[in-house]
């Protein structure tokens, strides 16, 4: 019976050790990625800009993506999978409205955890030309500016 209860007793211990090094694993996942986004901008309707979004990503980069509203928006310099900061680029068409506009860049870590930030930007018309009008015959030197 002693011998029965020594083996029970080592069994247990073993289970728990096993248990306890199995729950200190390094699986635990990284922090989440985090994002700055650019300040407020102005962009005349048709016209492009470029917005720098900085980001910490300690799972490692592995995608982004970005979608306008107002306009297009387009990743045009991107971070290289694994790397865990930078600087990712988006060129920004806006359409050919006035008014609010907005670029949404989304990032996702090689664990699968993403974040997104939202830049705002206003949209201003196409500056008129200005028409004029001439009636009756001119005469002499005329300058127009």
């Given at each position: ?33 985090s ?5 407020q ?25 970005a ?39 989304t ?21 008129q ?17």
């Amino acid at each position: 019976m002693k011998n029965s209860f020594k083996q029970l007793f080592s069994l247990l211990i073993a289970a728990a050790l096993i248990m306890v090094v199995s729950a200190c694993s390094e699986d635990d996942p990284s922090p989440a990625p985090s994002m700055t986004e650019p300040a407020q901008q102005t962009v005349t309707a048709g016209e492009s800009i470029t917005m720098d979004f900085n980001v910490t990503i300690p799972g490692g980069f592995a995608t982004s993506s970005a979608v306008g509203t107002g306009g297009t928006a387009t990743v045009s310099t991107n971070l290289t999978v694994g790397d865990t900061n930078g600087t990712i680029t988006v060129e920004f068409t806006a359409g050919s409205d006035a008014g609010a506009g907005s670029v949404r860049l989304t990032v996702t870590d090689g664990e699968g955890q993403s974040t997104s930030g939202t830049a705002v930007i206003t949209i201003s018309e196409v500056p008129q030309v200005p028409t004029v009008s001439v009636r009756g015959d001119i005469e002499g030197t005329v300058t127009w500016s």
